[in-house]
């Protein structure tokens, strides 16, 4: 079976642009969650999303934001980047939520 | 408030040595451990977890980690540490928040260098 897949593996993006980052899970998975891992805060997480639907959020801003669609792919928008958000963003995927997450490779992204 | 501690943020040993990195935990109640391991540059690969039963759990790689509820601690071992163990070592729980929804909840991680 495939693992998590995640694209871009890298993006290069200026400050004040926007991005959208797509994971697609393990078949069958139906929950999608998200985290921001840079050095100095470490794993953060973003959003979880289920059934198409964002069930958990963590305490990020509003340009941070998500979607699922029928299939559980699942993508993430940053709008305004700022340089702050340079970071590895990973996307893990889990059967229906309650249980073990299995990890994409990641989207290191460079915001300039 | 729900937290995962790994005190030592870099462990170094020489290969074929005993390995054991610590995980404390803060939770009410019994939650779901986890042992990841990250490569430069990776995502992060499941070595083992704890739900119940036996406290004692195996892992790929030759890792196990064991559950002792009376300390909060879910450490993690391995008996002879091979040059390619050398990776970012994260511990997590899954637990229910306050607010009544499951997360993940990731420790700061502990870098292990391998000493030929």
């Known amino acids: 079976k495939a693992g998590v897949t995640q694209t871009p593996r890298y993006l290069i993006k200026t400050r004040g642009q926007q991005v959208t980052l797509s994971c697609s899970p393990i078949s069958g998975h139906r929950s999608v969650s998200w985290y921001q891992q840079t050095p100095g805060q470490g794993l953060q997480f973003l959003f979880e999303?289920?059934?198409?639907?964002?069930?958990n959020k963590g305490n990020f801003p509003g340009r941070f934001s998500g979607r699922q669609f029928s299939n559980s792919r699942s993508e993430m928008n940053v709008s305004t980047l700022e340089l702050g958000d340079s970071a590895l963003y990973l996307c893990a995927s889990s059967l229906v939520g309650q249980e073990t997450q299995y990890f994409g490779p990641g989207t290191r992204l460079l915001v300039l | 408030a729900q937290s995962v501690t790994q005190p030592d943020i870099h462990i170094t040993v020489s290969e074929g040595a005993s390995l054991e990195l610590r995980c404390n935990y803060s939770y009410g109640a019994t939650p779901y451990l986890f042992w990841y391991v990250q490569s430069p540059g990776q995502g992060l690969q499941l070595l083992l977890k704890y739900f119940s039963g036996d406290t004692l759990v195996q892992g790929i790689k030759g890792f196990e980690a064991e559950f002792k509820r009376s300390q909060s601690s879910f450490n993690l071992r391995k008996p002879s540490v091979h040059w390619s163990d050398a990776a970012e070592y994260f511990c997590a729980v899954g637990a229910v928040s306050p607010e009544g929804t499951y997360k993940y909840i990731f420790g700061t991680g502990t870098r292990l260098k391998v000493l030929a």
């Open positions: 999303y289920f059934s198409e639907t964002q069930r």
